[in-house]
């Protein structure tokens, strides 16, 4: 009898969770947060607000709110939190996540389909996944390469964690390891450091400006194909953060929290399916 009432409630509280979930897979190395957008379907309407903010703001920003009230929690409040368990269990944190996001595929390939699939959709997912593979492997095994972290390559690490939300797949953290730059800048966030906050921001709207439109703009006339990509991407990137070598040092508990991860994730979509989205 109260269900319609208590809907909006309901909502809110979600999108505050998924809102720190994005957060935190932003953080986490080797997550997307822009791949956690795309699974909870509010990648779309951000882009949309961050292509055409004036047009949509009335619109978009009052659905948004708790999403980015909880991503702000889960980026900025949870990272000396996050820092510790990636240090004292790295592989269980890591299995947790890619859980997550196996257990969500599903609700991806449907959210990729929802205009049809041709030919050209399969071989984009295709392309997608062997570049976007053969890049983080190059970027993690290939490359080793140490930098002193500034106020440049900060701005650098802000491109890189725009270009994590506005390219779903691609996690900041997975373009920093490689360079020596996640960890200050990661430890910079958590201690609220202007030094790191700043330039980092700056960076940040400088790619959304330069890049969002065009990316809307693909997603507009190129729907099947470009989300097509994004699973490909999602994919790859998933398996580069399974920890192959050490799972099996400690396989119960990486299998608990992979399973969980995969439960989470079944339960979450279930439990969205039960409201209509929003634009």
């Known amino acids: 009898m109260n269900e319609p009432s208590k809907a909006p409630v309901v909502r809110v509280v979600m999108r505050l969770l998924q809102g720190a979930l994005i957060g935190l897979g932003a953080v986490l ?28 703001f009335k619109t978009h920003v009052p ?16 990272a000396n939190l996050l820092s510790f368990f990636l240090d004292a269990y790295p592989d269980q944190s890591v299995c947790l996540f890619v859980g997550l996001i196996a257990g969500m595929l599903p609700s991806l390939l449907r ?48 491109f890189c964690v725009a270009l994590s939300v506005i390219a779903p797949g691609m996690s900041f953290s997975t373009l920093l390891m490689p360079l020596g730059l996640y960890t200050p800048f ?14 980092g921001a700056l960076g940040a709207i400088v790619t959304v400006i ?44 990486n299998l608990i929290c992979l ?10 979509d279930k439990f969205n399916s039960r409201f209509p989205k929003e634009a």
């Open 111 to 158: 959210e990729a389909g929802e205009q049809g699939r041709t030919r050209g959709s399969y071989i984009s997912m295709a392309a997608a996944f062997v570049i976007v593979l053969a890049l983080l492997f190059t970027l993690n095994y290939v490359l080793s390469v140490s930098i002193t972290p500034n106020f440049g390559w900060y701005l650098f690490c802000g």
């Open 210 to 253: 330069c890049l969002a439109k065009g990316i809307n703009a693909l997603f507009e006339h190129f729907y099947s194909l470009a989300f097509h990509a994004i699973v490909g991407i999602v994919v790859a990137a998933t398996i580069m953060i399974v920890p192959f070598g050490s799972f099996a040092q400690a396989l119960v508990p």
């Open 186 to 199: 990661v430890d910079g966030l958590g201690h609220l450091d202007m030094g790191v906050i700043l330039p």
């Open 63 to 78: 659905k948004l709110i708790p999403v980015i009230i909880g991503a702000g929690i889960g980026f900025l409040g949870i």
């Open 259 to 268: 399973v969980a991860g995969v439960v989470i994730a079944l339960a979450l």
């Open 29 to 56: 190395p080797g997550i997307s947060g822009g791949v956690l957008c795309v699974i909870f379907g509010i990648y779309k309407p951000i882009m949309e607000l961050l292509s055409n903010p004036i047009r949509n």
